[in-house]
């Protein structure tokens, strides 16, 4: 069995994630929710290559506590 909290929200809010429940096809507000973080990770296609002086990630041999 899922355990289950409460949330407080304002009025902007519960407005928007109305319309994100009912835009993204959501059941319930949890649903509502997941959808948001797992859109909120992706890059848009706008956004990759707005830093194309970036060199790319490379870890150090020591990058990690012991």
């Known amino acids: 069995m899922t355990e289950t909290t409460t949330i407080q929200l304002d009025r902007d809010t519960k407005t928007m994630l109305d319309n994100i429940k009912k835009e993204s096809g959501a059941r319930s507000y949890a649903a509502a929710i997941a959808w948001l ?4 990770k992706i890059l848009e296609k706008g ?4 830093l ?15």
């Open 37 to 40: 973080a797992k859109h909120a």
């Open 47 to 50: 956004e990759m290559g707005t």
């Open 52 to 66: 194309p002086k970036l060199r790319p990630f490379k870890r150090e041999k020591n990058d990690r506590f012991a």
